[in-house]
Structures are given as C-alpha cells and as structure tokens.
C-alpha cells in the first residue's frame, strides 16, 4: 500500500470514530436551538393606561429571554377574548405564563415592574419542570 493511501483510510476511520463520538455523545456539530416551553401571554387593552408599560415589558422579555414565546393581545380582538375567557381574567394588563398545552404556569396581574416580570419567568420555568 502507498502511503497516500493509508493516509486516505486513516483520515477516513478518524473522521468516521468522530462521527460516533459526536452521535454517542449527543454533542454534534449542529447549534441547538432553545425550546420554547414557555409562552408569555400579555393581555392589554387599547384604552387602558397601564397596559402601555406591557409594551416595555415585553420588549425587555424579548431581549432577555429569548427561549419564551411571546404573544401580546387584546381583549377588544377575538383573540384576546378567548384568552379572558379560557383563562378567567378580570383586570388588565395581565401576563400568563403558559405551557405547550396550554396549562397556566404563573399569572401575573396590573401593572409590573421588570423585576417582577423576572421572577414570574423564574416561578414559571420551575413549574415547568414539575408538569407532568
């Protein structure tokens, strides 16, 4: 065998035991995108003051948070009708904390600081966990 050859097959067998290692090992090379387990829903209402701090909130959640899901809606839309009425909501802003399935994780209601808005996020990812 010329020595361009064994070159080849071992270039070949370290890339293939690369390969094993990576699929064994669950660490490939491919970027792992965060799951969005989470859906913040915030629940506003065009005539209503406070709410417009909603929109600073969810700005700063989007930042800072980017594995939540988002939705903002209104409570004058169809959408938002059905989340006041699925969820019960009696005021405004209110931000709920979902899950895929729709199960409410935490709840927030009036107006929040971000802090606030930082430990719901922190209460919600750890219900997540305990969901069956």
């Known amino acids: 065998m010329c020595n361009k050859t064994k070159i080849t097959i071992f270039n070949i067998l370290s890339?293939?035991?690369?390969?094993?290692?990576?699929?064994?090992?669950?660490?490939?090379?491919?970027a792992k995108t965060p799951s969005k387990n989470i859906t913040l829903i915030a629940v506003t209402a065009h005539n209503c003051e406070s709410c417009t701090?909603?929109?600073?909130?969810?700005?700063?959640?989007?930042?800072h948070y980017p594995e939540i899901q988002i939705k903002?809606?209104?409570?004058?839309?169809?959408?938002?009708?059905?989340?006041?009425?699925?969820?019960?909501?009696?005021?405004?802003p209110v931000y709920l904390f979902i899950d895929?399935?729709?199960?409410?994780?935490?709840?927030?209601?009036?107006?929040?600081?971000?802090?606030?808005?930082?430990?719901?996020?922190?209460v919600a990812k750890t219900r997540i966990k305990t969901v069956p």
Not at 53 to 63: C, H, L, P, S, W
């Open 100 to 122: 895929n399935n729709g199960k409410e994780l935490y709840r927030l209601e009036g107006e929040q600081t971000r802090t606030q808005i930082q430990e719901a996020i922190e």
């Open 53 to 63: 701090a909603a929109e600073d909130n969810i700005y700063f959640v989007t930042r």
């Open 15 to 30: 890339l293939i035991f690369l390969l094993l290692c990576a699929i064994v090992t669950g660490n490939g090379c491919t």
């Open 72 to 92: 903002a809606v209104d409570i004058h839309n169809p959408e938002g009708a059905m989340y006041v009425s699925t969820y019960h909501l009696w005021r405004v």
